[in-house]
């Protein structure tokens, strides 16, 4: 068998079967879907049954509900394919993805092949852009897209697990770390380590859902959660310190700093404001202490983020003075 599709289900009764309707119509036939169904209390269970019923190459298996990562790491371990791809269970793929992605795999002797993905909302799909242009890169190239900080296009693409097919013996040993947000963010960097070559082409072939209720969607966008991303950026770092050249090295440590000060001036959800004050306590210590950790030298980019925190410092000060002469 060449590929297997690993499908992680959590409470998506309303998209599921777009979802798997989308991966049963490829054009290229020889796969096999895993279906995980991550504790959903919903109907999603049915659905996958329906699918395993009628078509042999699907096959469903339930766990109790561990998250995305617990999810996704079960379906490696059931995988029989000699490559390995993911489709969150809310997005959709294009007819021609798991074509598109397994000929440039295999004409480039590859390690990991990816696509493009167009967003969409609703029900409503315009097809991507489909002609593509092939392009094969190296681990440093793909590192340096890693230090790109924000959300940026061809970062993202780079990022994410679901618009890749990636050798099996590769995806087996780099387990996602469950209990994190941005799990994708922790992970991306080890499989690029043991990758040789990478192939991407700029076709748009996977179709990402944009919903409010998801991790990332606007209502959880001040969730606490969203620290785990310092420290995924920090991992890259210790990982870069000895895998690439200085200069991107350089590069992936001043993205680590620009990510802490971005997330120091996140309003954050949580119980009542000394919490927030704590939190961004130690954002600000640990954006300091990286100068001694990985000491390089500041941009100009940086030398500002250290003045805005220096500049709050101050502010604090002058309220505690203010509130001691009014004590007095």
């Known amino acids: 068998m060449k590929i ?18 989308s991966i049963k119509n490829q054009e290229f036939t020889d796969f096999e879907v895993l279906m995980i169904n991550d504790g959903s209390t919903d109907c999603s269970k049915d659905i996958c049954l329906s699918y395993e019923e009628n078509d042999s190459r699907f096959h469903y298996f339930y766990q109790e509900n561990g998250g995305l990562s617990v999810a996704r790491n079960h379906g490696i371990r059931e995988a029989k394919g000699d490559y390995v791809c993911f489709v969150d269970s809310d997005d959709m793929i294009d007819r021609q993805y798991l074509n598109i992605l397994y000929e440039n795999i295999i004409a480039y002797h590859g390690d990991m092949s990816f696509g493009y993905f167009k967003k969409f ?14 392009h094969c890169m190296d681990k440093e190239e793909a590192y340096q897209r890693l230090t790109i900080v924000g959300e940026n296009y061809k970062s993202t693409n780079m990022i994410v697990a679901w618009n890749k097919l990636i050798r099996r013996k590769i995806i087996q040993e780099v387990p996602f770390t469950p209990g994190k947000w941005h799990e994708d963010e922790f992970w991306i960097h080890h499989i690029i380590e043991k990758c040789s070559v990478i192939v991407e082409t700029n076709a748009e072939i996977y179709y990402y859902r944009q919903r409010q209720d998801s991790i990332i969607g606007s209502s959880n966008q001040s969730d606490i959660r969203h620290l785990d991303l310092v420290d995924a950026f920090e991992d890259r770092v210790k990982l870069y310190k000895d895998d690439v050249s200085r200069e991107i090295y350089i590069e992936m440590v001043n993205a680590y700093r620009s990510t802490i000060a ?26 300091f202490l990286s100068f001694f950790k990985y000491p390089v030298l500041m941009n100009l980019t940086q030398i500002k983020h250290s003045l805005i925190f220096i500049l709050n410092i101050r502010i604090d000060r002058q309220r505690l003075w203010k509130r001691e002469k009014q004590k007095g």
């Open 4 to 21: 297997s599709v690993i499908v992680p289900i959590y409470n998506v009764e309303n998209y599921l079967d777009s979802c798997l309707e």
């Open 121 to 134: 909302y609703g029900n409503q799909i315009e097809q991507g852009f489909i002609d593509q242009n092939p």
């Open 262 to 287: 971005i997330h120091y001036r996140t309003s954050w959800d949580v119980k009542d404001k000394m919490q927030e004050k704590e939190i961004k306590r130690r954002l600000k210590k640990r954006f």
